[in-house]
């Protein structure tokens, strides 16, 4: 039993591999291009097809092309030595799928099926029905086919230029074409008592182009296929439509839209890029397993909606009351009266209520001054509403600090008084203890100005130059109570030359006292020996100065970085979240900036620029 079950494990890890094995090799699709890769409409079909098929495999792919370049030279050409080429050039490289695109390759490979490829499925695409052979079609095959009624192209034409009396065919003369010739003078059969048929497959293009430039008064053209005229030369039929269209004197009508919009009036046409679209989804459903023979597709009718080239419409005379219902017209430019048909009518107007329109114009230019203006102040009102904020957050330091010098002259005071009494006084210690009083006075005094500095108004309007270094120093003293009252620590560096700036003291020293104030508020949860806030200013190229403000503290958290100067952002629970928001719109409306950056060590650091005076 052991040799037997080794044996069956092996030949299972054997199947494993072999699949393995056979899951990593790409599917392989060959494409089988009637005339060749750029003749139309098959090589748009192909284009559209290998660009849909890329798009929506859930595997790799490697596609092969080949093209039918026998079909160019006639009915008589011996075709197995491309067969012999196409059976030697896979003998070695197992295809899963082949696709034949058009009905010269359709009709290829039906006449050698059993030579080419005969396991291989097999999908007929971009042919009309007509040309696929019914009873050639095995369990491998699959077809997705077009359905055409050439007369309706002459319902169309006539719809659109009922007197039209003389209809010029333009096709080629390959045996494809030949075919189609017939099946078309079958259709048109019924027409010939009211118009005119003429076929140009038996003329060269040459000869083609000097007709369609000569047809009688009332003609139409239909174009068909030109891939091969009747000198043998092929034609790759869009530019040999574009030659057409640039000499028929005479509107131009098709089945498939792939000339629509290069000179083809339209009307119901068989879209191709629905067909490349149909064609891809049942390859892939034959890709990922399904039987081609189980695939039945319903054959592709035209359009359910006519469109028309509206550029064509305006040249050959046709009104638009003549399309069918629901048509749609594309490539429209509105005329002189469609484009300024409101300017014309309305220019009477226009001048009627010229005055009434400046009039109000006036007014609304008087109320947009009185509301830039009502901003203007609203503006200077939050500025100087959050410099009182910020002198009232200071207050309690800020009386500390007055406290000293006035506890000074009280005591200094009351021993002048005990001096004076003692006989003889001691003059030259009492002059020593009044020159500290006056001292103590003047420090006092000092802390006042600085807060009635920091509170007023005076320079809201116009800014004056001011030294950077001296709005600095003056809002470091006004928060220096606060941080020793917090155990922070002030560093200030300053150039030794002076930065003279265009703008507000006030608001320099309201712009660095909130960036001060909440870096000693970012310091809190640190240790009380590691409070740490620097204060530098220094010169940044030859035309700005910069103000740094940085801490010691843990740093702004980096989700947070972009939002800190957003209005009523703020990540303290007593914060308004105006502070910087409004530091930002002073420093801005001098032509500066401020920005916001963690430091590498640890710590925020808060900067503004400005341009030197």
Avoid at 191 to 198: D, G, L, P, Q
Avoid at 243 to 252: S, T
Wanted: hydrophobic share 45%; net charge neutral.
């Amino acid at each position: 039993m052991k040799p037997r079950l080794q044996i069956a494990i092996g030949a299972v890890l054997l199947l494993f591999a072999m699949l393995s094995a056979a899951a990593a090799q790409p599917k392989r699709v060959l494409m089988l291009n009637s005339f060749g890769r750029d003749f139309s409409p098959w090589s748009e079909i192909a284009r559209d097809f290998r660009a849909e098929l890329d798009r929506r495999s859930p595997e790799s792919l490697e596609v092969y092309d080949a093209s039918l370049m026998i079909e160019r030279f006639g009915a008589d050409q011996d075709e197995a030595p491309f067969v012999e080429y196409l059976v030697g050039l896979f003998a070695t490289r197992k295809l899963d799928l082949v696709v034949a695109i058009g009905a010269p390759a359709a009709r290829f490979v039906q006449r050698h099926r059993s030579r080419l490829f005969p396991a291989t499925p097999m999908l007929f695409c971009g042919v009309e029905q007509r040309r696929i052979s019914s009873a050639l079609l095995g369990r491998n095959d699959t077809v997705v086919a077009s359905s055409s009624d050439p007369s309706s192209m002459i319902e169309n034409i006539l719809q659109l230029l009922p007197e039209t009396n003389h209809i010029a065919v333009v096709s080629g003369n390959s045996p494809n074409e030949q075919f189609w010739r017939q099946e078309r003078q079958a259709a048109f059969r019924p027409y010939e008592n009211r118009i005119s048929f003429t076929w140009f497959n038996e003329l060269s293009f040459e000869d083609m182009l000097k007709r369609a430039a000569t047809l009688p008064p009332r003609s139409a053209i239909i174009f068909t296929t030109l891939s091969v005229d009747a000198a043998g030369i092929s034609h790759e039929e869009s530019k040999s439509f574009l030659r057409l269209h640039a000499v028929a004197n005479a509107p131009i009508f098709g089945q498939s839209d792939i000339n629509f919009g290069k000179g083809l009036v339209g009307g119901s046409l068989v879209e191709l890029q629905a067909t490349a679209e149909r064609s891809a989804s049942v390859a892939l459903r034959i890709l990922s397993g399904e039987a081609a023979g189980d695939i039945k597709t319903p054959p592709q009718m035209r359009a359910s909606t006519a469109k028309y080239d509206w550029r064509e419409l305006v040249r050959w005379n046709i009104s638009e009351s003549r399309l069918p219902p629901g048509s749609a017209v594309f490539f429209r430019h509105p005329s002189m009266w469609e484009q300024y048909r409101l300017q014309m009518s309305g220019a009477l107007a226009v001048l009627l209520l010229q005055s009434g329109l400046i009039f109000w114009l006036l007014i609304e230019h008087r109320r947009r001054q009185l509301a830039e203006i009502e901003a203007a102040n609203r503006r200077r009102e939050v500025i100087h509403l959050n410099r009182t904020a910020a002198a009232t957050v200071l207050s309690s330091s800020i009386a500390h600090e007055l406290n000293q010098p006035l506890g000074a002259i009280l005591s200094n005071a009351e021993t002048v008084e005990i001096l004076l009494k003692t006989v003889p006084p001691d003059l030259g210690l009492i002059g020593e203890i009044v020159a500290d009083i006056r001292q103590a006075d003047l420090r006092a005094a000092e802390i006042i100005q600085q807060l009635r500095s920091l509170l007023k108004k005076r320079d809201e309007v116009d800014p004056q130059i001011s030294d950077l270094n001296d709005s600095v120093r003056e809002a470091v003293s006004v928060a220096a109570p606060e941080a020793a009252k917090r155990g922070v620590r002030l560093m200030t560096v300053q150039v030794p030359e002076a930065l003279p700036v265009k703008a507000g003291n006030i608001h320099l020293q309201q712009v660095v006292l909130n960036l001060v104030m909440n870096a000693i508020d970012a310091l809190q949860s640190c240790d009380p020996g590691n409070r740490i806030v620097t204060i530098q200013t220094s010169r940044s190229g030859k035309s700005e100065v910069e103000v740094k403000v940085s801490d010691s503290g843990k740093g702004i958290p980096e989700d947070k970085l972009k939002d800190v100067f957003e209005a009523f952002f703020t990540t303290k629970a007593d914060g308004t979240g105006l502070g910087l928001p409004i530091s930002r719109t002073i420093i801005e409306s001098y032509g500066g900036t401020l920005r916001a950056e963690n430091r590498v060590g640890g710590g925020a650091v808060f900067s503004f620029a400005l341009p030197l005076a």
